[in-house]
Nanobody
Framework: QVQLVESGGGLVQAGGSLRLSCVASGSDFRGNVMAWYRQAPGKQRELVAQ???????NYADSMKDRFAISRDNTKNTVYLQMNSLKPEDTAVYYC??????????WGQGTQVTVSS
């Protein structure tokens, strides 16, 4: 059974930075696509960024110049570096993992709050 545990969220002022981590267990991490999503209060969950097994990344348009996704296969960990944070980035951030288009698991989420 695949398990994902996120960490690194918190309260930060606008313009600040945070790095989120998501540690995976119970699966072949190298063979899975990893992604970060976020969900703000009253809004649908949206894709932030994803990274393929070969390291190809893609981002939501509003975040591609400020956020960076990376993975460390030796640590079964995916990261999301978030810079120049804005109040509208406030949300619960989730990671997920999928293989062959099938989502294997979601993490429990980590809260990011950006104050103005």
């Amino acid at each position: 059974q695949v398990q994902l545990v996120e960490s690194g969220g918190g309260l930060v002022q606008a313009g600040g930075s945070l790095r989120l981590s998501c540690v995976a267990s119970g699966s072949d991490f190298r063979g899975n696509v990893m992604a970060w999503y976020r969900q703000a209060p009253g809004k649908q969950r949206e894709l932030v960024a994803q990274i393929t097994t070969s390291g190809v990344t893609n981002y939501a348009d509003s975040m591609k110049d400020r956020f960076a996704i990376s993975r460390d296969n030796t640590k079964n960990t995916v990261y999301l570096q978030m810079n120049s944070l804005k109040p509208e980035d406030t949300a619960v951030y989730y990671c997920n993992t999928r293989r062959a288009g099938v989502i294997l698991a979601w993490g429990q989420g980590t809260q990011v709050t950006v104050s103005s």
